[in-house]
């Protein structure tokens, strides 16, 4: 087999060896059915059982409370952009959106198509350098959106946001999900592209209170409300087969490292490892403020847009892909999902040590 480098990508990211093994394994057969797992019929029972234990796993792993619906959705957090507001924001009503970067302000530009936004707050002023201290919410949202990591600024947010009691917390956190322990009941909804932290693209998760699945209105299209899909169990129509597998197959992995604790540990040391680097650095600056850094997405430049190529460079022929930073940043974007390990961490720390001695 080829020999695998170090992915830095953003996503679709890295995943666990093992868990690539295990799909090897049952793409010719899904255990002994004689059928591979991209094969076999949805509503066959083999798949089944795949479905449910991925939804057992995401209860397991987040702690969802009962009164929360676990959703696999299709059309990437994207399309969330559009159903959130589509099945909780009325023409006459406000959402309040927390701006920290451009998926944000995707999420705005669909919000705006369905009822009014107040933003409030946003690190624009900065190039989304920083998460903002403080929002001003308006007097009675819909919901409150925020995006739990800034996968292109490199910035995330340490803890979710303070709101008034009683409000509706949404967040995006498609490239944070999973990565450190979470409070579901904190939320009323959490959606997440897979591609990063759970699995392949083609799958989006979903988490979301009951009594909200309900509340949205039914004169959108049937696949787009959310209470088709939790009443079939995401199975109103073909699900994503193969990439519900491989999240479900993700999460027992993370449960085997020893569960979100154990996951954020291992975060933590690799973010460590490299800011730490930087922070000593002469040549290269992580672009983010101290306290908003992100330790899912690394951003980091020299200054120098023609040494940032020649670093990106160096760092390919040693064998480390994926480090070229957003257009809108520029310089590098070391992404550290839950399945990077420590040891292309060190690789690129080491890496960056020769460049910066060799001048
Ligand atoms: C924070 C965040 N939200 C949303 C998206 C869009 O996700 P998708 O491509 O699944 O629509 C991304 C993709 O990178 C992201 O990082």
Known sequence: MTQRIHNFSAGPAVLPVE????ARENLLSLGKSGIGILEHSHRGKAYMAVHEEAEALVRELGGVPADYDV???QGGASMQFGMVPMNFLRKDQTADYLVTGAWAQ????EAKLFGKVHIASSSEDRNFCYIPQKSE????????HFTSNNTIFGTQFAAEPSIPAGQKLICDASSDIFSRPIDVSKYAMIYAGAQKN?????VTLAILRKDLTESGPKD?????QYRTQAAEHSLYNTPPTFGIYILGLVCKWIK?????TAIEKNNQEKAGKLYTYLDQSKLFKATADVGSRSQMNVTFVTGDGAKDELFIAAAKKAGLDGLKGHRSVGGMRASMYNA?????VEALVQVMRDFEQQG
Do not use: D, N, R
């Not at 995707?106 to 530009?109: D, E, G, H, N, T």
């Not at 759970?198 to 083609?202: D, F, I, R, V």
């Open 256 to 260: 085997k490292q020893g569960g979100l």
């Open 198 to 202: 759970l699995g392949p693209s083609g």
């Open 19 to 22: 868990v690539l093994e295990e």
């Open 137 to 144: 919410f308006s007097a009675s949202p819909a919901y409150i």
């Open 106 to 109: 995707k999420a705005v530009i």
């Open 220 to 224: 959108i299209p049937t696949m787009l």
């Open 340 to 344: 990077l390990p420590q040891a292309s």
């Open 71 to 73: 959703l696999f959705l």
